[in-house]
């Protein structure tokens, strides 16, 4: 393998792109070369002595290497031969993982942790922790996927100390949402005698550090950098919230931590929602950790259509602690279809036509569908919101009493003027909810999508102080700091794009309302496990309600999220997340509410500008 470049009759190394190989003849071996070729189900021919393939390619049909006439003089880049070299220990490994004859040979025992650990770790650990962390360190590379709430930083913190004391590996680097950095920095300093020494990624790097934490926003800029960092020592390379690289080397992040990979001699991914749209994102996650062998595997089980055998077929690739596991109190999840009053469901339905006839011919446009599909979900909110204020987020203002509608109105004004003339059916269950969690002292977490429509719940609530998280929040701390603690403050308006991961809110909040719901199916998941997870009281009830406009989109999403966490509960052998699938319909409450009560709750908004 480490011929010179003139003597070699093959010389195998990474490609321009990070998921290709490069394969050069050398002279007098253009031939074989072509023949080689087609042996790749993705071998490409860029000249007569060069060719690329895909990594996942090479890696699964190492094989096809075995009829090159000139094995002696085949020049292989050091880290592809190491990744080779480990993609086929880990098929094997897992091949024997997968016969029930091998009886789990050389499998890491659960009661063998601590002595792994060593004398260093100092943190207690649950059961399913280390079956977890046994799991992991029985393969060389592994993904966690267990439930939000269930400790996998803790879990990921012990599998490297692990292999520090057993396996010398010496660095950690760490790829995640900054919302992970705090739980990172508490672990280290909890579970360690002598907590590692740990950054986050900046302009000037602390040479000595023994981990470096970086978000997967500044992951791309940062390879160079990190790859040599990764290579310099033996190293670990773990993803946090690794469902953010699902779209593989088609997208930004998962170029990036695929660029990574192979220079890390462990790799480990930690996420609750590892398929939130289907197979090709598991695959994805299982390319990164077993270039070749894993997404092959994820292919051939899913293959036959019966998820419950590929879940079993799947399980020694990962380990997973459930919901149920945790010995968390049920939940409560129903849905509350609402019908539009008129006027708002005939500005929907002439909104509609509008979307429909702007969408044909443009199918291939994902961008400008993709715009329709979120003015159609601001409509069925509200068609109000579409309507241009002063600014893209000024709130609507209701008219409380409605006014009367003017004959003769054209549809457009009377769209633009909807708060003065009829109430949002969402707005007014959310008051309704509100209130009545209110008047038992239980806070109440409302969800929405749309930072006009969290201004516009503001105002509507403003009765209960609400404190408010969006992307443009200055002080998010002091925000939930204050929706924890003043007795006064009974709701917290947030969006799942910003608040979706990385905060416990279970000992403060057992009711969350959802306004709205896109199609992503991981952020709905992780934004339920703000409130139910690790930790909650046993006599805690948890109720999460969905609100869904009749005849609207919201329908469409309804049923989409529902494939969707069907097919993931099936996935993961999970019963908890399948359930989510099939919400109980339940009767709306806000139709009680006469005007006066509405009026009163709204704090006189119309005498009271904000």
Request: glycine content about 8%; aromatic content about 6%.
């Amino acid at each position: 393998m480490g011929l010179p470049a003139s003597a070699a009759s093959l010389e195998i190394g990474f490609g321009d792109s990070v998921a290709k190989a490069r394969l050069r003849a050398g002279a007098g071996h253009e031939a074989d070369l072509r023949r080689l070729a087609l042996r790749f189900r993705s071998g490409v021919q860029r000249s007569p002595g060069s060719m690329e393939v895909d990594l996942d390619d090479l890696l699964t049909n190492l094989v096809a290497l075995a009829a090159w006439p000139a094995q002696s003089s085949v020049s292989w880049d050091p880290q592809l031969a190491a990744l080779a070299t480990d993609s086929a220990a880990d098929a094997q490994t897992v091949s024997e993982r997968l016969d029930p004859v091998s009886g789990g040979a050389g499998e890491v025992q659960e009661d063998e942790v601590d002595g792994l650990l060593g004398p260093g770790w100092t943190a207690g650990l649950t059961s399913f922790q280390r079956r977890d962390i046994a799991k992991l360190l029985s393969l060389r590379h592994g993904a966690n996927f267990s439930v939000p709430g269930a400790g996998k930083t803790r879990v990921g913190l012990a599998v490297f100390q692990a292999l520090r004391t057993t396996k010398g590996v010496e660095r950690l680097l760490i790829v995640g949402p900054k919302s992970c950095y705090e739980s990172w920095q508490y672990e280290n300093t909890q579970c360690l005698s002598e907590p590692l020494r740990m950054e986050v990624l900046s302009r000037v790097a602390d040479p000595a550090a023994d981990v470096r934490i970086v978000n997967y926003e500044r992951l791309s800029q940062s390879v160079e950098e990190l790859g040599q960092w990764l290579s310099a020592r033996p190293s670990m390379l773990l993803l946090d919230e690794a469902h953010r690289m699902k779209l593989g080397a088609e997208g930004t992040y998962g170029a990036a931590c695929l660029a990574l990979g192979p220079r890390a001699r462990h790799r480990l991914i930690l996420t609750g929602t590892p398929a939130p749209n289907g197979v090709k994102d598991i695959e994805n996650l299982f390319g990164f950790v077993w270039p070749g062998y894993g997404r092959q595997k994820v292919t051939q089980a899913v293959a036959g259509g019966d998820l419950a055998k590929a879940s079993q077929v799947l399980r020694p690739l990962f380990t997973r602690t459930t919901k149920h596991e945790l010995g968390l109190p049920p939940v409560t999840m129903t849905l509350r279809t609402l019908p539009m009053p008129p006027l708002h469901q005939e500005v929907y339905e002439a909104l509609i036509g509008r979307f429909s006839a702007r969408a044909a011919g443009s199918e291939g446009d994902f961008q400008a569908l993709g715009k329709i599909i979120v003015y159609m979900l601001m409509a069925a909110t509200s068609p109000a919101l579409l309507a241009v204020g002063t600014t893209r987020y000024e709130p609507l203002n209701y008219q409380v009493p409605p006014l009367a509608v003017p004959e003769g109105s054209p549809l457009f004004d009377l769209m633009r003027d909807l708060p003065s003339y009829e109430m949002s059916p969402k707005y007014r269950e959310v008051l309704a909810i509100v209130a009545m969690n209110a008047a038992q002292g239980r806070k109440t977490l409302v969800w929405s999508t749309f930072i006009r429509s969290l201004n516009t719940l503001e105002r509507v609530l403003r009765e209960f102080r609400p404190a408010m998280v969006h992307g443009g929040t200055e002080d998010r701390e002091a925000e939930i700091e204050r929706f924890r603690k003043d007795p006064d403050c009974m709701v917290l308006l947030s969006n799942p794009a910003t608040l979706g991961e990385g905060i416990s809110l279970h000992h403060d909040c057992h009711d969350a309302v959802y306004v709205d719901r896109d199609f992503a199916a991981g952020r709905f998941l992780q934004s339920l496990d703000r409130i139910h997870r690790l930790g909650l009281a046993p006599e805690a009830e948890t109720r999460i309600t969905v609100l869904a406009s009749e005849g609207s989109l919201d329908e469409v999403v309804e049923q989409r999220l529902s494939d969707k966490l069907l097919f993931m509960g099936r996935i993961l052998d999970d019963p908890a997340v399948q359930e989510l699938a099939d919400l109980d319909e339940e009767p709306a409450v806000g139709g009680g509410l006469d005007q006066r009560d509405i009026q009163a709750l709204m704090g006189h908004l119309r005498a009271r500008p904000a």
